[in-house]
């Protein structure tokens, strides 16, 4: 399933064939799938009418298992009285692309850490993508994450996206980033016929929400390569990306430089700064994780609950 639009789901009826435009399927989910939710990358079962004839519309009748779900946590705008609404951004994606710009505007390494966190959560790889490569180097971020061996690909305006493609080829991944990171720019870059809204960067240094729905796109066939060029999953412009519904103990998952550090903790350490025992100030301290790393990682602990912006 690749979009959504007002309770119409557009569905490709043949995820492998090459043909341009992709044979699709617009479809209502069944009265009998109940309050199961159908979400951009899951692989459904139809009836009906599938000819894909203007007018014509299927019935999604069966959800099959989903190999992974990225979610994350609703803003604050988004809160009900139950509570922060969890969203599912995507199923059965494989690798997460964090986009972030390296100048207007700057990158933010919390929202990249939240990511981070996210991805390996939901066990899909994540990949860094720094755009704006030509405003500003790279070197800042990329010490930040010198201990994580982070995948990682930079990107220009007059680059050929070659190492990006290679990536991407064989894969579905998801791109999430800020508005105004590029992001929507990349995607048309990736998928000319895509003709992804695109926006400026505002004077305060944030971007404007450009793309409004999550899609799935197919990327073009590479001329003379084997291999399945792949499929990218363009998301909203986030503010922020929730963490309530991941565990305190699957946080610590995110930050892989800190894990070692806490086998000396006493027995139900929280890893606090209110722990005068916490093993992670030693580790840090010795040199063996950066210290902006372990705060990051504490502001997450401190703040999950209420889940301030990243």
């Given amino acids: 399933m690749i979009a959504v639009d007002r309770g119409r789901y557009t569905c490709v009826l ?26 951009v990358g899951d692989r459904v079962s139809l009836v009906g009418d599938v000819s894909g004839a203007p007018g014509a519309l299927a019935r999604i009748v ?34 997460l692309v964090i986009v972030s710009a390296l100048a207007d505007p700057p990158p933010r390494t919390g929202f990249i850490d939240r990511c981070l966190v996210a991805a390996y959560d939901a ?16 070197d800042e971020v990329l010490d930040y994450y010198r201990e994580l061996d982070l995948p990682h690909v930079l990107c220009r305006p007059d680059s050929d996206l070659t190492e990006l493609r290679a990536k991407l080829a064989g894969r579905v991944s998801v791109l999430v980033g800020h508005s105004g990171v590029g992001k929507s720019t990349l995607v048309n870059r990736l998928v000319p016929a895509a003709l992804r809204a ?12 450009t793309s409004t729905s999550a899609v799935v796109l197919r990327l073009p066939e590479i001329e003379g390569a084997r291999e399945d060029p792949g499929w990218i999953v363009d998301t909203p412009g986030v503010r922020s990306f929730g963490l309530a519904h991941v565990s305190a103990a699957s946080l610590l998952h995110g930050f892989p430089d800190l894990v070692e550090g806490t086998l000396v903790c006493p027995p139900n350490c929280e890893h606090t700064t209110a722990e005068p025992e916490c093993g992670l100030d030693a580790w840090v301290a010795a040199g063996n994780a950066d210290e902006r790393r372990l705060a990051s990682y504490r502001r997450l602990l401190a703040s999950r609950a209420g889940d301030e912006p990243g």
Avoid: F, W, Y
Wanted: one cysteine or more.
């Fill in 198 to 209: 695109v926006g400026e960067v505002s004077a305060v240094g944030r971007g404007r929400h």
């Fill in 14 to 39: 043949d995820a492998t064939s090459t043909q341009a435009p992709l044979p699709t399927v617009v479809a209502m989910r069944a009265r009998e799938l109940g309050r199961k939710s159908v979400v």
């Fill in 123 to 138: 066990d899909i790889e994540p990949l860094l993508c720094l755009t704006k490569a030509d405003l500003a180097g790279p």
């Fill in 62 to 95: 069966r959800i099959a298992e989903r190999g992974s779900v990225l979610r994350r946590t609703a803003d604050d705008d988004e809160t009900t009285a139950e509570g922060r609404l969890e969203r599912v951004v995507v199923a059965n994606a494989e690798q």
